[in-house]
């Protein structure tokens, strides 16, 4: 499967966008339509990339889909939970985003775990796993009977919608599970929509030479589109930014991108890292010495995400560079070794 190095940087810009929205509230700055806005857009490029390359490669392995991304779901959430119940028991949870402590923070966590719903930015992976494969399936029974895949797309949206606007006002744990529920089906309509659309745009758009002068104005239109409605907006953008990327892809471009090429690179490692490991220490960080009281919101805001994007960064390279430490992450020689052994010995 052939890289393009313009969806890298594409990629390298979402996740960077993903961290900065995690990190502005703790500065003082609500949850603004803006950070909502944002946050959901750029997360959804990832998932309409994912459409886009299994187009490139449909008669891919289902088990090679669920071992490299379920391998590292696992590993990391087996991480997560030992790291969390350890920062728990000497610094507290007040610096982890969650209300729980103790054994019910343990609970938690492996409830999440178990019920796919991850722990932090861990929902990611089993979403991506379900999305990819039902699509997949769809490669596989349908084809190219691009009208079902049309179809299929209206009753995800439909599905969206519904899940959307369903919530279960029950106090404690139960409200808890019901509400965390319909957000996993929410998240795999999101993914679905958009790597479909993916899929589709590169079977059958993608070279287009009149579409590719829309695009722009695709953009556009859903910038204003998302205010009134938002799934629609939501997808003229991100098909526009992600078709205009793809036009843009060139070397000598690409080459002046290293770092947010590293970054989409490595965009599951950056999203695991920086909020399961790094935010919270840079929040304790940030606390103990009342950074908060001295500056302003914005300022913070900021100052953090520079922080934590910055040591995630360095971190993320310095476990890159490292064949075992990689693995976690189902990258490196040796998980590419133990992935192909594996599928060998069920052969």
């Known amino acids: ?25 703790f500065g003082g700055i609500s949850n603004s339509f803006l950070r909502v806005f944002l946050q959901a857009i750029f997360l959804n490029c990832f998932f309409f990339v994912a459409g886009w390359f299994t187009c490139q490669n449909p008669e891919q392995n289902f088990k090679t889909k669920i071992f490299t991304l379920g ?3 696992l590993i990391l959430s087996v991480i997560s939970i030992v790291f969390n119940s350890l920062f728990n028991l000497i ?13 019910k923070l343990l609970f938690r966590d492996i409830y999440v775990t178990l019920s796919l719903n991850g722990i932090g930015t861990l929902w990611f992976l089993p979403i991506l796993i379900i999305s990819s494969i039902i699509l997949l399936y769809f490669i596989k029974f349908f084809k190219n009977k691009i009208f079902f ?46 790597g479909f659309l993916g ?6 758009l993608k070279d287009s030479n ?21 799934i629609l907006g939501s997808i003229l953008i991100v098909c526009s930014i992600t078709l205009i990327f793809y036009f843009l892809n060139n070397k000598k471009i690409n080459s ?16 695991y890292l920086h909020y399961i490991i790094v935010l919270p220490f840079v ?55 133990f992935k192909n052994n594996f599928m060998n010995s069920e052969n």
Not at 210 to 230: C, E, H, R, S, V
């Open 256 to 271: 002046f991108f290293k770092i947010l090429t590293f970054c989409g690179k490595n965009s599951i490692m950056i999203m």
């Open 283 to 337: 929040k304790m960080f940030f606390t103990l010495f009342n950074v908060k009281q001295s500056l302003g919101p914005q300022v913070i805001s900021l100052l953090l995400f520079l922080v934590t994007f910055i040591v995630t960064v360095i971190l993320s390279y310095l476990i890159s560079k490292n064949n075992r430490l990689s693995f976690i992450f189902g990258k490196g020689k040796d998980f590419i070794k």
């Open 149 to 194: 895949y049309y179809l299929a797309i209206i009753l995800f949206v439909v599905g969206f919608l519904i899940t959307d606007n369903i919530y279960f006002n029950y106090s404690g744990f139960l409200g808890e599970i019901l509400n965390k529920e319909i957000q996993f089906l929410n998240r795999i309509f999101t993914a679905l929509i958009f």
């Open 199 to 204: 899929y589709l745009f590169n079977l059958k």
């Open 210 to 230: 009149i579409l590719k002068w829309i695009y722009p104005f695709t953009l556009i239109a859903g910038i204003i589109i998302a205010k009134y409605n938002f």
């Open 91 to 103: 610094f507290g949870s007040r610096f982890l985003d969650t209300d729980y402590k103790g054994i």
């Open 1 to 25: 499967m052939q890289r393009i190095g313009s969806f890298d940087i594409l990629k390298g810009i979402c996740i960077t966008i993903v961290v900065l929205c995690h990190t502005i509230t």
């Open 71 to 73: 391998i590292p779901y």
